[in-house]
């Protein structure tokens, strides 16, 4: 949207909400990024604000609302590092505008800078601040419309490792062929270099993760709430504490492993004392099983394979544009030296 227009629409949208929300400005913190959603920062008189946009493709209304009443429901728990959407004039969490679906909710304070400041007290508390999320979710009864996504389970198969089980075969060697072809056409000399060694890594590494996968797919965990893909860029500090754990929008009914694996995998790649910090951290507030120990270690090595086969999909084979081609190769390299260090 041009900026006059994009403004208009922001104005329109908020003004569907009681007007000490109405803004005095609203600045465009991100441009669409591979996941479609946007945010401005919307100063208001109740204060600052995140407006979102969702893709038009993106999550159905249901899930999203679904999702706000989980928000809510952890609020209402005092859990507060959360970020639930203001109910609009009209009694509903969402307000439809262009063929989007777009909410409001408080602004959190803090940065993601744990990767430029790190420390161990700031990985125990994100880990810690985890865990209390984890537990204020569990706690969580959906409506029977949103069961589907957001329901515990005391005993049930992992949807994340069945899911991760298909991807790995889904990579056969056909497709692998066809993914070396499209990157030996792209026109980025930097991003073609690391993705062919990617797919050489995969090749070596995929057998023995998918067996992994399959052993583990007839396993029985503690299903609730999960965030999914809760992970550095998620977590919001101010000095050592956690202030903010912002984007839940792929929450679904998971194990917790994986949320783990996804968060401190990104947080200290394969640091092994760093890992046991963060395990010990959460377990002061949950306790793990021996299978979720064990599930760990396997979403966070199926995640590192199948990641970097995602950024291969998306830039060479989908051709999505890339923004911050600097940001991305980094990622993509980062995931390789993983890759090596297991054995690729």
């Known amino acids: 949207m041009q900026d006059d227009k994009q403004q208009s629409v922001l104005r329109w949208v908020l003004a569907n909400y009681s007007s000490q929300y109405h803004p005095t400005q609203c600045v465009p913190i991100n441009q669409a990024g591979f996941s479609g959603a946007r945010v401005w920062k919307a100063t208001t008189t109740a204060g600052e604000f995140a407006v979102r946009q969702w893709p038009a493709e ?5 899930r999203l ?11 209402d728990q005092n859990f507060a590092l959360i970020a639930p959407p203001v109910t609009a004039g009209s009694g509903t969490t969402l307000v439809e505008a262009i063929n989007h679906y ?3 909710e408080p602004w959190m304070p803090g940065a993601a800078n744990y990767q430029t400041q790190p420390s161990e007290a700031k990985l125990s508390a994100a880990l810690r601040a985890l865990a209390a999320w984890h537990r204020a979710a569990a ?9 589907q996504w957001f329901a515990s389970h005391d005993s049930a198969a992992s949807p994340g490792i069945g899911e991760r089980l298909r991807l790995v075969f889904k990579w056969n060697s056909q497709r692998l062929d066809m993914a070396a072809r499209s990157v030996e056409g792209h026109t980025w000399p930097e991003f073609c270099d690391v993705a062919l060694n990617l797919i050489s890594a995969f090749k070596s590494i995929a057998p ?3 067996d992994e996968l399959r052993m583990a797919a007839s396993l029985r965990f503690r299903l609730q709430p999960c965030l999914r893909d809760v992970w550095h860029d998620h977590i919001l500090f101010v000095g050592d504490e956690v202030t903010g754990i912002i984007d839940p929008s792929a929450c679904r009914s998971e194990t917790v492993a994986g949320d783990i694996a996804r968060l401190v995998g990104s947080f200290v790649g394969d640091d092994r004392r760093g890992w046991e910090t963060a395990l010990t951290a959460y377990q002061s507030v949950c306790r793990l099983s021996i299978d979720e120990r064990a599930a760990v270690e396997l979403f966070d090595r199926s995640g590192v394979l199948l ?3 995602t950024w291969v999909q998306w830039v060479a084979m989908e051709g999505r544009p890339v923004d911050d081609r600097e940001r991305v190769l980094a990622r993509m390299t980062t995931i390789l030296s993983r890759l090596q260090n297991m054995g690729g």
């Open 65 to 75: 609302l679904g999702l706000h009443q989980l928000l809510h429901h952890m609020r």
């Open 208 to 210: 023995r993760v998918a």
């Open 102 to 104: 777009w909410q409001l």
């Open 139 to 147: 706690t969580f009864r959906p409506s029977e419309n949103h069961r």
């Open 307 to 309: 990641s970097g086969m």
């Open 58 to 62: 993106g999550l159905h209304s249901d």
